[in-house]
């Protein structure tokens, strides 16, 4: 039997969105650039996941307009828009200060590095035991800083950024301050309340069971009208002229779809998380004496879908590819940089010493977890430790 623990790498496909897929498929095939009825079904498709995308995002009660939300291939490709995007706008803006998180996804890190060959004077906050230093934070704000980036949740160790406190302190110190947050691995999973305070904010399909190659960035009515966001991408002008490109139709269909499914049932994924959470870290707390380490952010809140472990005497890689051996997969941090020979900027940042970095592994669990697999993991883990303590070099 298969324990598939790697959800934050990807989900499966739910059924709601394979199904959206497969009309998209047999029906609905059209370039909604098109004219013709065949154009217009494949951009009612689209319409109805834009609108269920900024249903998702917006407060109860608020209605927003279309152009907010602009669909792109995923959350690497929202998060280049959305730092780029915005740090370009303006010509005033050119060589002002921006301010990231340490522990962001690679693609906000990327696009950061790249604004700072063009002259920006990028800022790195680091983020011990998973929090933000605020101190470190509150002394580089200044009244030239134009860009504030945080994840809602890290990938890696489920930290959740209080992006209230970080906005409503960058305000203070640079009123027209935009601020940016990459929701890809909190999106769905948490209130949305938690987001209400960012002006822009990155999501993606694959993670709450939607299709791979389909995400989107969301913009305040604010950003698009005084055009504080400009495209990366050109070309046909589509996505209100912020992504040009014929649109992914199959993908942002299952993308509403996933949205619609997770949205009709989110009082039920909530507590699906959170008892498979609390039942993880009690099962693998047993362990602590046969070299088992949980890393649990120090924060207020932390999201009930991942658990970094450390498993003290034994390689990451040398776990993971033991463990796939018992029919567990789980991960070594970030699926997207896992293919990289560097330590994790994550787990270094949290403060875990370089040998404890080499052996943390991610469990990350989906709709389909359940406690047997969990107890899989643990069993696995206890008897891989056993196994291949010994043979560490």
């Not at 929701?183 to 305070?197: F, H």
């Not at 463990?323 to 020979?341: I, P, Q, R, Y």
């Amino acid at each position: 039997m298969t324990h598939y623990l790697d959800n934050s790498a990807t989900t499966p496909l739910c059924e709601a969105a394979r199904e959206a897929v497969i009309s998209i498929i047999d029906e609905n095939f059209g370039n909604p650039s098109s004219l013709h009825s065949v154009g217009v079904k494949a951009q009612e498709a689209v319409d109805s996941a834009r609108k269920a995308v900024l249903s998702s995002l917006l407060p109860a009660g608020k209605r927003g307009k279309p152009e907010q939300v602009i669909f792109t291939s995923g959350g690497t490709e929202a998060n280049n828009l959305a730092i780029i995007g915005t740090a370009t706008a303006k010509p005033r803006n050119a060589g002002k200060k921006i301010i990231i998180g340490e522990t962001e996804h690679s693609s906000v890190l990327a696009s950061a590095e790249r604004l700072k060959t063009l002259g920006y004077n990028v800022v790195f906050i680091p983020s011990p035991n998973g929090v933000w230093d605020m101190e470190t934070f509150e002394r580089e704000l200044t009244a030239d800083a134009i860009l504030v980036s945080a994840m809602l949740v890290n990938n890696e160790t489920g930290a959740v950024n209080d992006i209230a406190k970080i906005a409503a302190a960058a305000r203070k110190a640079s009123p027209d301050v935009i601020i940016h947050c990459d929701a890809v691995q909190g999106y769905m999973r948490l209130p949305k309340s938690l987001l209400s305070p960012a002006d822009i904010v990155t999501v993606s399909a694959h993670k709450i069971g939607g299709p791979k190659g389909a995400g989107a960035l969301f913009a305040s009515e604010d950003v698009i009208k005084k055009k504080a966001l400009i495209p990366v991408i050109f070309g046909g002008g589509q996505e209100h002229g912020l992504r040009s490109g014929t649109e992914n139709v199959l993908g942002i269909a299952g993308f509403g779809a996933a949205v619609d499914y997770f949205a009709k049932n989110q009082n039920s994924i909530y507590s699906h998380f959170d008892r498979l959470y609390s039942y993880a870290v009690g099962r693998f707390s047993e362990l602590e004496s046969d070299g088992i380490i949980l890393n649990i952010p120090q924060t207020e809140r932390v999201a009930h879908h991942i658990l970094s472990v450390t498993a003290r005497g034994v390689r990451s890689e040398t776990m993971l590819h033991f463990l796939s051996s018992e029919d567990v997969f789980v991960s070594s941090g970030s699926a997207c940089s896992s293919n990289t020979k560097s330590k994790s900027h994550v787990l270094r940042s949290f403060g875990l010493s370089d040998d404890d970095i080499d052996s943390t592994l991610r469990l990350s669990f989906g709709l389909g977890t359940s406690e047997e697999d969990i107890d899989a993991a643990a069993d696995a883990f206890l008897k891989g430790i056993k196994t291949l303590s010994h043979k560490r070099g």
